[in-house]
């Protein structure tokens, strides 16, 4: 069963095929509607590289299709099935087939994930009109979150919001929490019974999992993903009563007030350079005190809901770094570690700085265990879809 995952950017598009379960040709296209857009297409151990520019989504999909046609497929018919990464949806969550239907309500929350919804929406119509028979299947990122208990996801508003308009909390980051949750068991000498995680996934767009028996009972992001942790242009956790304050002071409209939280917040909002974690590092240590100002909040509000997911499961015995920042940087890792000792976690600084990829990095005898997991959404979205397709048809 040959399945194409798509996971469709603003300004990029990447991809993996699968050819049951093992990923036989993956890539990633950047830059789309620019002069040059650097593509790198990648099958076992042979790797194309072009920077030919890619005017729109269109163009970026037809030279993947183009360029698999001639590597590992015969053409896009021999695809059953293209699968999505989709973020968020009205009413619901979990695998879906892709329908017009379900893309409306998509649609429906564009105000809600608008760095999200818009480009994955473009790309499902993009292969919809390639090839109008092919199956095109989404695993929303907040089917994971389906086991938080209505206490953790209600929020202190009028009731009827939830029941008219579906105000909760959704959470995000489901594939990744997902495949932490799975893969930990594998790495703990712990019994996995009754098993405590609390999942970081740490990168441009962060959130934590608090998971107890392979289950989510809570996570940080909520109705969008503005809430919890810092992200890199986005605000995270703040007071609601400033968002009308500064729509009043400033004169925003309502689609203003969103830019400014989407994309001029976060980490670039507090260090007017960039909301790079690693730009960040590299001005932080010429003296900016404003980068260093970012990576403290950042990191505070990562230690900060760490303590909330422990609280969500009664204590923590592993906590997992995944994601960019996570799996990548040092300082963080430490940084936020160094600020856990209440709650059992000894860092070990030479297993934090260098060793395997995934590997675990607190000391001997701590009391919690702390690992990088090298996370694989992919790899999650990909079993979806295939379980769709074995029951569903």
Not at 38 to 64: F, I, M, N
Not at 200 to 215: M, T
Not at 299 to 319: F, K, L, N, P, Q
Not at 367 to 386: C, G, K, L, N, W
């Amino acid at each position: 069963m040959k399945i194409l995952i798509a996971n469709a950017g603003s300004t990029s598009f990447k991809y993996k095929l699968y050819d049951n379960a093992t990923v036989i040709a993956q890539g990633r296209l950047e830059r789309i509607g620019d002069a040059t857009s650097p593509q790198r297409y990648t099958e076992g151990q042979s790797v194309y590289e072009t920077e030919t520019g890619l005017p729109d989504y269109t163009a970026a999909v037809k030279a993947v299709i183009h360029h698999l046609s001639k590597t590992v497929i015969d053409s896009i018919d021999d695809l059953n099935a293209v699968g999505f990464k989709t973020v968020h949806i009205r009413g619901e969550a979990g695998t879906l087939e892709l329908t017009e239907e379900v893309l409306q309500r998509m649609t429906d929350y564009n105000d809600l994930a608008p760095a999200h919804n818009p480009p994955y929406i473009e790309a499902i119509r993009i292969f919809r009109n390639l090839e109008p028979n092919l199956k095109l299947i989404g695993l929303f990122e907040a089917a994971f979150h389906t086991t938080i208990p209505d206490y953790a996801y209600i929020y202190g508003l009028p009731y009827h919001w939830y029941e008219t308009y579906g105000v909760s909390k959704y959470g995000f980051h489901g594939a990744s929490h997902r495949y932490v949750s799975e893969r930990i068991p594998s790495l703990t000498p712990r019994p996995s019974r009754g098993l405590r995680i609390v999942s970081c996934h740490l990168g441009g767009s962060s959130s934590l999992c608090a998971i107890k028996n392979g289950r989510s009972l809570d996570t940080t992001m909520g109705f969008s993903p503005q809430d919890g942790v810092i992200n890199a242009t986005r605000n995270g956790s703040i007071d609601p009563f400033i968002i009308p304050h500064g729509m009043d002071k400033e004169g925003l409209s309502t689609d203003e007030v969103r830019k400014v939280l989407n994309s001029e917040s976060g980490l670039l909002g507090l260090s007017g350079i960039s909301g790079d974690m690693r730009d960040l590092r590299e001005a932080a240590a010429s003296g900016n005190d404003r980068a260093r100002l970012a990576i403290d909040a950042y990191c505070y509000s990562v230690t900060r809901e760490i303590g909330a997911m422990a609280t969500a499961i009664g204590g923590i015995d592993v906590i997992a770094f995944a994601g960019g920042i996570g799996e990548r940087s040092v300082a963080v890792r430490s940084q936020i570690c160094k600020s856990l000792t209440h709650l059992g976690i000894v860092l070990d600084e030479q297993r934090n700085e260098a060793g395997l990829a995934e590997r675990l990095i607190s000391a001997e005898g701590s009391p919690a265990e702390a690992y990088i997991v090298m996370t694989d959404e992919e790899a999650i979205v990909a079993r979806a879809v295939t379980e769709y397709l074995e029951t569903e048809g």
